[in-house]
């Protein structure tokens, strides 16, 4: 067992001092603003403007392009007091101006149908291009230091808002300035400035060769700089993967899908023959109205042919015929475009194993001196890693498996009679072959130690046995399962069309499953792989959601066999236990903590839904789930919260009413009630408004708080890591509050995982010596020396089953000889969660809140129950806590329908 873990996380180094850099510094221009926003806003005639130019095109122009640029600036475009970029030396303006006149010939309208306006346009356009002539902006020098951190209220250090952009920048010019060497071979990266951070990729691509194909890969490293709650120094998360490249010919790409491509191209200047350090990236996808596939308005290769008239550049058509070709290169110009999982299958495994990442971090550490240092190693902050669980261990002893199946068995029957309520367990099986039914009835029988049972017409089963009465009825799928027909007519939009058909579809759904009060039912319903859906919006697995709901049953997917990977036996079990989740059979075990938390300890989960406007109903939302876990209840342990009915409802319960309210056709319940939050200031205000509400309503027992910072932040600012204070809370436009105000015994854990912007590091257990290599191990973490006041833990857990036996020491960026076919392999890379005990009853809270008469909490303890709700007997270890994992799930019924407005009649006078 490991005691330690290595988190690819680096920090500023006190010893080092200072880490300053002289850049030459220059401001978007006031005037080019205003005569650029002129133009583009002629783009807007019909609907609102703007609110800022669409310089990220521009931006991507210059890196890419003028010499000496570090870095570009965020939000320059809408303030002259925001430097726009820093440079190392001072561009000459003779190279500048030509960038900027592309860029601008790209901002009015290209038609216009009306000649007047279309002159208007021009003249607007030709004002705009003397202007970059005859104004140039000044240069100033600027010193910026890549270290600087002040430090909030609550001791968390807050580096100035210029690092984001500055310190990933240069840390990667760095890294690609010097060959990491594997295996005897030297692998050279190329910079790629993302929205957070940057990305370092091999390049050129690797190739892998299995029988007849050859797969292209490079290897991938992410840099961001990050906070964390309460910690005096900012950090730098360094991430590693594998970036694939698509080879097919051609590369096929589903409708309505696009497809990041990477270019490598030179500057397109005479002379200029410095060493290549960027790709920079575009977009390619189908346009409707050329008819073909066509390049994102913010595509930087749309406007280098205006600059460079000697090479030839990919078009869209012949990238995807000829992938493999212009990765190689053509001319000097290369491009790659990006594999997808919905592209199909890639003979190269995604992730890298622990040896390859430790190889790959102490490259990058040794790049980072004297200025960065690793954050140090941490150590198991609590002794025991998992609750009680039953026993997996292998045996061949026939008594002790038939004793764990028992038990096994028992605990899933319990968890079932709790959530019916003496109701008979009701099961729908909507299926496509014979072979998934019979698993579902085998799979049910298993999982509830069901005897044979009598068998009915049309399929149907009953079981009785003791208090427990299950009832399946299975039935044909049939033409609920084709693809939704999406008919488009005049004046409706095409989410107004998408929910015409959604409510069809869910219609007949209801009339086939067939009306049921009381008890809550699940419906598990066989489907077609996504793939055999490629006309845009015709998977019908919400609209089938939606029906299942309208019936009063909870639904569960299952795809056909010919259109999925593994056992079918092994995807019916997982099929039903997540029906099961879904109708609330499951409960917390028994946690095992170095001391015990109070019997009628209650679990609430928060977790905000934002649905976006291209989601799968191409209609937004947004909805905050609460759920509330009391583990010893004997009926309805899980619920969630109806803000509608103003109380606790069975989990099942809440499903159907997300998913009945967004479909109702007068519009969302939220709208029928009046409150209807358009603002983000409103959004917030009525979130804040929720969250006090529901600690009011769970403060008459003790309470163990559960949120993800990223998710719920964005609508309660008061959980950014720089407003955190310890054992308070901060609602906006007040002053920071104890949280003992909100309930006496109210605890609070907030959790991140790495997301979309790393905000986790990755990690790997060091090998206790040069035999042994970096592998994975499961448990609560903490630094090395904290204090009993430490409020910030590491969770992690083991390997899943489904991540098979790769080896911990596979190379895949440059295969050792031993293992030619390493790169197919697909790697477990093992997300860490950070858990942050923001509030708890500690010495000091006790203190002010003048309680002398209560045991001060250990804060490892909550991070430790926090983390031992990630296991569970009937799951593998979850991503999240129970009560969030099953909070964060709620968001798949939240299916907002657009409101259909009702036909014009036209009156006739008579």
Known sequence: MYQLISTTAYEPDPEAGPWNEQYRVISFPEAWRAEFMDLYRRRWRRRDGPVGLPISRLNDLLRATAPGLVATGRGAANSAEVPWFYASEEMPSGLVAPLLASWAMTLPPGTDPDAERMADHRAALDRALALIDHHTPQWRDESVDLTAAELSPGGTAQPDPRLYHLLPERIGATLTARPLRLNGVDLSFRLVTRDQGVELVSWPPRSYTKGKRTWHYSGLVTITVQTVPFAARFRVHVSYGIRRWATGSPVWLPEGRSATVLLDAPPPWPGANGPRRRLTVNSLAYDRGLGMLAWSRQSLVGLLPELDVVRAYPKPSELVADSVDWIEGKNGVAAGVLHSTAMGRHGVGAGVMPLERSLLDHWVEEGLRPFLRRVPNLERAHRKSKPVLLPTSPTKDPAKQEMRARDRIRARRDAVRATLDGQPLLVDALWQTEETRDALVATLREWLGLPAGSSGPNGDHEWEDGDLRVVLRARPLGTLGAPLGIARESGRSRAQALAQAA?????????????????????????????????????????????????????????????????????????????????????????????????????????????????????????????????????????????????????????????????AAEGSAQIRSGRVAATSDERRDEVERQVRSLLYQVRDRPTLLVANSANLRWAWPGLNNGQLIRDMVTFYGEQ????????????????????????????????????????????????????????????????????????????????????????????????????????????????????????PDHPALLAAAAHQLRFHDDYHPLARPLPLHLASLAEEYVLPLAVIPPPVIERVDE
């Open 736 to 855: 920071p509050a104890r949280l003992t105000l909100y309930g006496a015994s109210l605890r609070m854990v907030l959790l991140r995982d790495a997301n979309s912007r790393d905000e986790t590091p990755e990690w790997y257990a060091p090998g206790g010596n040069d035999e042994e290599p970096p592998g994975f191990s499961a448990g609560l973490w903490a630094a090395r020396g904290a204090g009993p006041d430490n409020r910030v833990f590491f969770s992690t857990v083991g390997k899943p089953p489904a991540a098979g036996t790769v080896r911990r020491d596979i190379r895949k960026l440059v295969p050792d000889k031993d293992w030619p076919h390493g790169p197919a392999a697909t790697a477990w890379n093992p997300q860490a969660l950070e858990l942050t005990v923001v509030g708890c009853l500690s010495e000091a809270a006790m203190a002010t809140a003048g309680q002398r008469d209560v045991t």
């Open 503 to 663: 409510r069809e579809r869910a219609a007949r759904t209801a009339d086939q499953l067939g009306p049921r009060s009381g008890v809550v039912g699940l419906a598990i319903v066989e489907t077609l792989g996504p793939e055999r859906f490629s006309a845009k919006d015709s998977d019908p697995k919400f609209a089938l959601r939606l029906g299942c709901a309208a019936a009063r049953r909870v639904s569960q997917f299952i795809v056909v066999p010919e259109d999925a990977d593994g056992d079918v036996a092994l995807r019916a079990r997982s099929a039903l236990a997540d029906g099961m989740r879904q109708l609330g059979a499951v409960v917390p075990p028994d946690q095992q903590l170095d001391t015990k938390l109070a019997d009628d300890l209650q679990y609430l989960a928060l977790w905000y839904v934002r649905r976006q406007a291209d989601g799968p109903t191409r209609q937004a939302a947004q909805r905050l789930v609460a759920l509330r876990i009391r583990p010893r209840d004997p009926v309805h342990p899980v619920r969630g919260w109806d803000d509608n009915l103003k109380e606790w409802v069975p989990y099942a319960q809440l499903l159907l009413t997300l998913a009945t309210d967004g479909s």
